[in-house]
C-alpha cells in the first residue's frame, strides 16, 4: 500500500532508464541497483552490446570496446566520477556496458578512489548522482543551458524556463487545489530566481499528487493521521542530505583549482626546460638552492598555464636577463670565496711571521692584498689550483722589506704635503728625509674627521682605509679583495687630506713653552716624562687651575685660537705636578670607559674600552680582563682620555708689611 502511493506521488517517468537516474523522478528511496558483481568478465563476455556495439563510439574510444574486460576495468579505475559519467555518454555501446547492474563496482570503484567525493546519498545510485552533480542538461527539457541548478529535494536540475513552469511558490502551487496542504508536506528547493534573489519553490505536479491522495482519505481518519505523519517524515529526509550536493559542488571547484595547478606547473616545467636547454640549468638550480619557491612565483612564469611560442617571445627577455644576472652573481660569489680562502691564509702566514717596521707600522690588509707580487698569487693563480703556504714562501720571506717599501712610499706622499719642502712639487728624492714627519709640530688632517693627525698614525687612520658607499656593486677583483677583508688599500678613495697648519702653530708654542726646540723635537721626544702645563688664561677661582699633557694642551692652543683668545703657558712645580696625577688618576676610570680607541690585544677588532672588555670575554673567553687584552689603539684620537684636569688654586700667601710707622696693614696677594 505504501509503496503504491509512492510510486504515484512520482512523476511516474517509470520509463526512463532506471540506471541514469531518473530524471525528475525523485522520491523514489530504493534505486534498484543490484549487488556487485562476484568475479570480472571480458567486455566480450558480457551482454550481446558489448560485443557489437550500437552506438557509434568513434576513433580510439570505439577500440575500447574492443578490448579484454580487464583493460577496461584498468582504465576505468583510473578515471574520476564525470569522466565515467561522460565516458557513458560517447556511445550506445558504452552506456550500455557501463550502467549494466552487474558493472556497478566500476562506479563504486571510481567513487571510492575520488578523496574529495562526498558518500554517497542513500536514495541515489553512482551514476544517478554523477548525473545530478555534472550534468549541464535540465532534466525536463534536456536542453543543456548555462542556467540550469541542481534542486536537491527533488533531486533534478532544471533549466530556467522549466522552472517557471514546474515549480512556483508555495501559494501558486496550492492554486486549484482544495484539500488543506500545509508546507511541511510538500518538497521545496532554494534556487536562484529573478534578480538572482534566493526563493523557495515547490512543484505544481506534486501538489496536485498530493491533493489527489488527501482527498481519497476520510476526514480525521487514523490512516490520513499516519499518511500525513508519513509524508512529514519522507519530506524532511529528503530535504536532509544537502550537504551531499555542496560537498560534491564543493569539490568540482576545487577539482578545477588542481587542474589550474597541475596546468601550471606542467607549464613552469616546460618553460625551465627551455631555460635549460638555453645553458641555464645551474643558474636555475643556484636560484632554487637559495629560494626555493623564487622562480615559481617570479611575475612572468607563475601565472602561465600554457606556454605558446608568443608567451614564450614575451617572457624569454625577462628570464634570460634574471639568469644573466644570476650567473654574473653566482660567478661573482665563487670568486669571492676563491679569493677570501687565499686571502685568509696570507693573513695568517703573515702573522705566524714576525715583523720588524718602523714604528711598529705595518700596512692594512687591503694594502697588503694589493701590492704587486701579493696580488698577482691571490688574483692570477687559476681558479682550479689550490694556494698553498709554498704559493707564498719567497713573498713572506720578504714581506719585511715590502712593508717598508710600503711605509716610505706613503711617507712620500706625506712629504709631498709639507710646506716649503724642498722638491714638494717634484718627485720626491729616492734619498728624501723623513724626520720632517716625525716632527712634533707636523700635523695632517683629512676631511672627514677634525682630529690633528700625527705621522705615522695617519699611515693607519681609519677614515683613509674605509670601505666606500656603492663598493658593493663592483665586480673586479679589487673590489672583492677589499670587500672580504672589510677595507680599502690607504688613501684608496683618494679623500683629500693635507698638513694642518693650526696644529703647527698651536704645537710650535706649546713645544717652546715646554722648553724644548720644535725645529727639531719630534712626537717621540714629546711623549715620556712629566711634562705638564698650566693655561694661566683659563685659571678660574672656583674650578681651579686648567693642567694639560703636552698633545691636550696641543688641541687647548687650537681652541684659544678658534676663540680669539691669548692662551697663557706656564710650566708647573714638582709638587703641582704630582696634583695632576693624582687628579687625572681619579676622573681616568670613567673617561676610559666612555672612550673608543681601544683594540683587543688577540684579534682586529675596536670599540670602546667597555666593548673590547665585553669582546674579550665573549668572543676569547677571558674572564679577568687585563692590561695585557687591550691597548690603545695607533690611530685613537688625540681627544682621548686621559684629558686635561684641574687642580686647586694656592691659597693666597700673606706677607706682613706692617712696621712702626705705618699704622694700617697693607696685603699684598701673590698667588703664582
Ligand atoms: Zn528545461
Ligand atoms: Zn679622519
Ligand atoms: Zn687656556
Ligand atoms: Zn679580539
Do not use: T
Given at each position: 500500500m505504501r509503496m503504491a502511493k509512492r510510486k504515484r506521488i512520482t512523476n511516474g517517468d517509470e520509463s526512463a532508464p532506471e540506471t541514469e537516474g531518473a530524471g525528475p523522478s525523485t522520491v523514489n528511496a530504493e534505486a534498484p541497483i543490484q549487488s556487485l558483481p562476484k568475479k570480472r568478465r571480458t567486455v566480450a563476455q558480457g551482454k550481446k552490446p558489448a560485443s557489437k556495439p550500437k552506438g557509434k563510439a568513434k576513433g580510439k574510444l570505439s577500440k575500447m570496446l574492443e578490448m579484454p574486460y580487464d583493460v577496461l576495468c584498468e582504465i576505468t579505475s583510473q578515471l574520476r566520477p564525470e569522466d565515467l559519467l561522460a565516458l557513458s555518454r560517447t556511445s550506445r555501446g558504452f552506456r550500455e556496458i557501463l550502467l549494466l547492474k552487474s558493472n556497478r563496482f566500476l562506479w563504486t570503484t571510481t567513487f571510492r578512489d575520488d578523496p574529495l567525493f562526498p558518500h554517497l546519498p542513500s536514495d541515489l545510485n553512482e551514476p544517478q548522482f554523477a548525473c545530478l552533480v555534472f550534468s549541464n542538461h535540465c532534466y525536463y527539457c534536456l536542453k543543456v543551458t548555462p542556467d540550469n541548478q541542481v534542486m536537491w529535494a527533488f533531486r533534478t536540475r532544471c533549466c530556467g524556463s522549466c522552472l517557471r513552469t514546474q515549480f512556483g511558490p508555495f501559494n501558486d502551487v496550492l492554486r486549484g487545489v482544495r484539500s488543506t496542504i500545509t508546507s511541511d508536506i510538500l518538497l521545496s528547493s532554494s534556487v536562484l530566481g529573478p534578480k538572482k534573489k534566493l526563493v523557495s519553490v515547490y512543484k505544481h505536479s506534486e501538489a496536485r499528487d498530493i491533493d489527489i491522495l488527501l482527498k481519497s482519505f476520510k476526514p480525521d481518519s487514523p490512516t490520513l493521521a499516519e499518511f500525513l505523519q508519513n509524508r512529514r517524515k519522507q519530506v524532511s529526509q529528503l530535504l536532509a542530505g544537502n550537504y551531499y550536493i555542496t560537498a560534491a559542488l564543493e569539490r568540482k571547484i576545487q577539482l578545477a583549482k588542481m587542474d589550474k595547478e597541475k596546468e601550471r606547473a606542467k607549464c613552469k616545467e616546460q618553460i625551465y626546460k627551455r631555460l635549460r636547454d638555453l645553458g641555464y640549468a645551474e643558474e636555475l638550480a643556484y636560484i632554487r638552492e637559495s629560494d626555493c619557491s623564487f622562480l615559481d612565483n617570479y611575475p612572468s612564469i607563475s601565472s602561465r598555464t600554457e606556454l605558446t611560442d608568443r608567451v614564450w617571445n614575451n617572457i624569454q627577455r625577462t628570464l634570460v636577463d634574471l639568469l644573466e644576472d644570476t650567473r654574473a652573481k653566482r660567478r661573482r660569489k665563487q670568486r669571492k670565496t676563491l679569493l677570501k680562502a687565499r686571502q685568509r691564509l696570507l693573513g695568517e702566514l703573515i702573522k705566524d711571521h714576525p715583523t720588524n717596521t718602523p714604528a711598529g707600522i705595518k700596512p692594512g690588509p687591503a694594502d697588503i692584498c694589493a701590492m704587486p707580487q701579493i696580488r698577482q698569487i691571490l688574483v692570477d693563480t687559476p681558479v682550479d689550483v689550490v694556494v698553498t703556504a709554498e704559493h707564498f714562501q719567497e713573498t713572506i720571506q720578504g714581506i719585511e722589506q715590502l712593508f717598508a717599501q710600503w711605509i716610505t712610499n706613503k711617507s712620500r706622499e706625506l712629504l709631498k704635503l709639507l710646506p716649503n719642502q724642498p722638491g714638494a712639487e717634484d718627485e720626491v728624492q729616492d734619498d728624501a728625509d723623513f724626520s720632517r714627519l716625525e716632527l712634533a709640530t707636523t700635523y695632517f688632517t683629512c676631511t672627514r674627521c677634525v682630529d690633528p693627525l700625527s705621522y705615522p698614525r695617519i699611515l693607519l687612520h681609519n677614515c683613509l682605509t674605509e670601505l666606500p658607499h656603492g663598493f658593493r656593486n663592483r665586480e673586479d677583483d679589487d673590489a672583492i679583495m677589499f670587500l672580504n677583508v672589510g677595507s680599502v688599500p690607504w688613501n684608496y678613495n683618494q679623500l683629500p687630506f693635507e698638513y694642518r697648519q693650526d696644529a703647527e702653530s698651536a704645537a710650535k708654542k706649546v713645544v717652546t713653552a715646554f722648553g724644548f726646540d720644535f725645529r727639531t723635537t719630534t712626537h717621540a721626544d714629546m711623549r715620556p716624562g712629566n711634562r705638564w702645563m698650566e693655561c694661566r688664561a683659563c685659571r678660574n677661582p672656583k674650578e681651579g687651575r686648567m693642567v694639560f699633557r703636552w698633545e691636550k694642551a696641543i688641541l687647548h692652543e687650537i681652541f684659544h685660537d678658534v676663540q680669539g683668545r691669548k692662551s697663557h703657558w706656564i710650566p708647573l712645580s714638582d709638587e703641582d705636578i704630582e696634583a695632576a696625577k693624582r687628579q687625572e688618576l681619579k676622573g681616568f676610570p670613567k673617561h676610559r670607559d666612555e672612550s673608543t680607541g681601544y683594540c683587543c690585544a688577540h684579534c682586529d677588532e675596536r670599540g670602546s674600552f667597555v666593548e673590547i672588555r665585553a669582546h674579550s670575554r665573549w668572543g676569547h673567553a677571558i674572564q679577568e680582563f687585563k692590561e695585557a687584552d687591550y691597548f690603545r689603539h695607533?690611530?685613537?684620537?688625540?681627544?682621548?682620555?686621559?684629558f686635561f684636569v684641574h687642580i686647586p688654586v694656592p691659597p693666597p700667601v700673606t706677607i706682613d708689611l706692617t712696621d712702626d710707622e705705618a699704622p694700617e696693614h697693607e696685603i699684598i696677594n701673590i698667588d703664582d
Open positions: 695607533p690611530d685613537a684620537s688625540m681627544d682621548h682620555p686621559p
